[in-house]
């Protein structure tokens, strides 16, 4: 009878031990990621993965240090993810983010991330590509993010070199009056620097053009540019997805130009509105001449990572206009796509049995589960079994909260733990919202079986 219930109670340990391993509650912290920065009064969205069963609500805390520093929320659904505006009351520095189960059993501390003010400068004039003319007076604009210095000085810079202090001191009010002077060099690469007076912000505009204009009779000054007009025309726009990798969009965007003169130095911009980093996120270039009744072409590539809408808004000759046309409104176009997000798997359980014998064949079980947005692609499932070696498997697509399970028997002559390891997306062939997830591992104790234990 004594070696009967030791028997079992090593049976019930083993059983015990060999769940405990397969069913293990964590949680991961996501985002945000190590050395990023987040910015006060801006919105952010803490992320984290979670596997195992466990509470279906989670408490969110701002650290620092040991210190905790914030009850960011007390309850929310344990579903990922957490919508956040940081505190302006907050003090820049180091921090980091701490998910809890409202139950307090389970919980992750983020990497460390920074928390900073939000100051910043942004010239908005002139615009990228702009033809500004001697003579001409042009209001300088710019607008600012949070608290600095009252009063701003500009200059006017040229490859990096100042050509011109145009104020040494104004307010900082978003706007300057500035008429251009005749003595200046005919050139496209002029920037404008908007700058506080203690040095501690500036900004500064895209390159821009000045020029000159001629004097017709009676000494009127009219640019050249107003005689036979080019005229701009967006069309033959293509937003789809390509297959060569997931979440990868193709833009192709094509302008001819249909008036009566030839277009230079076009500049164009192309805004995306959508998620992640692209949820405001703009290309500025320029066309170097679009002939008169020739065509040019934009064609660019972008990968989403992030589930959502993408809407993209592309202006040929945009803002205040670069030069006239006889007809601005068929210079943009806009598009939209769905991106239904990444797969992302994961070894969610691996189960040896309740017990292992020496000598007896056992079966060994591993669940793989997809726990991202979009079905994954075919790939592969690599186990291994210490003292049985490693067995490969081919995994099928898998659909979003999809599990498959896959099974190969062990056995084992010698005691003691072994490792069971198995690791999905070997040969790293799907795009995944997370690559550092695809590993699972448990050991298992092998005994004798006998009533000798």
């Not at 397969?22 to 801006?42: D, E, L, M, N």
């Not at 919508?83 to 059993?105: E, H, M, S």
């Not at 400068?121 to 590509?129: M, S």
């Not at 703009?282 to 065509?295: A, L, N």
Request: hydrophobic fraction near 35%.
């Amino acid at each position: 009878m004594f070696f009967r219930l030791k028997q079992l109670k090593i049976t019930l340990i083993l059983f015990l031990f060999g769940f405990g391993f397969s069913f293990a509650q964590t949680i991961t912290v996501t985002a945000p990621s190590a050395g990023q920065t987040w910015y006060k009064g801006q919105v952010y969205t803490i992320r984290w993965t979670k596997s195992g069963s466990m509470n279906s609500y989670v408490k969110i805390r701002l650290y620092q240090g040991s210190t905790k520093v914030l009850g960011i929320v007390d309850s929310t659904e344990n579903d990922g993810s957490y919508t956040w505006t940081v505190p302006t009351t907050l003090a820049p520095g180091t921090y980091f983010i701490r998910v809890k189960t409202v139950d307090n059993q389970v919980f992750d501390d983020g990497d460390n991330f920074t928390i900073a003010d939000d100051v910043r400068i942004i010239v908005n004039k002139p615009y990228w590509g702009d033809k500004w003319l001697f003579g001409e007076t042009h209001k300088i604009k710019w607008t600012t993010k949070g608290t600095m210095n009252p009063n701003v000085k500009i200059r006017l810079y040229r490859n990096g070199n100042k050509i011109l202090s145009i104020t040494d001191s104004t307010p900082n009010s978003g706007e300057y009056e500035w008429k251009i002077p005749s003595n200046l060099t005919q050139a496209s690469d002029y920037k404008i620097r908007v700058k506080t007076i203690d040095n501690k912000v500036f900004g500064e505009s895209g390159p821009f053009t000045i020029e000159s204009s001629i004097k017709l009779h009676g000494g009127i000054n009219v640019n050249l540019r107003l005689i036979d007009k080019p005229e701009l025309e967006v069309y033959g726009t293509v937003l789809n997805f390509t297959n060569s990798r997931i979440g990868e969009v193709r833009f192709h965007v094509a302008v001819k130009n249909k008036g009566k003169k030839d277009a230079e130095n076009v500049p164009y911009e192309l805004k995306i509105s959508g998620q992640g980093r692209y949820r405001n996120y703009i290309v500025r270039g320029t066309f170097q001449s679009i002939p008169q009744g020739m065509t040019v072409t934009l064609d660019r590539s972008f990968v989403f990572e992030v589930k959502g809408r993408y809407v993209f808004t592309f202006t040929v000759n945009p803002d205040l206009k670069a030069f006239p046309e006889y007809n601005y409104n068929n210079n943009k176009v806009v598009k939209s796509i769905f991106f239904k997000g990444l797969p992302d798997l994961i070894v969610s359980f691996i189960g040896v049995g309740m017990h292992s014998r020496i000598g007896f064949s056992h079966d060994v079980s591993f669940e793989i589960k997809n726990i991202g947005d979009s079905s994954s692609p075919p790939c592969k499932l690599r186990t291994y079994i210490q003292g049985n070696g490693v067995k490969v498997f081919n995994v099928p697509a898998i659909a979003p909260g999809q599990i498959v399970k896959f099974k190969r028997s062990a056995k084992w002559f010698k005691l003691g733990y072994k490792k069971i390891e198995a690791i999905i997306d070997y040969g790293n062939i799907v795009k995944e919202k997370r690559e550092d997830n695809n590993r699972g591992t448990v050991k298992t104790k092998v005994i004798t079986g006998t009533i000798f234990d």
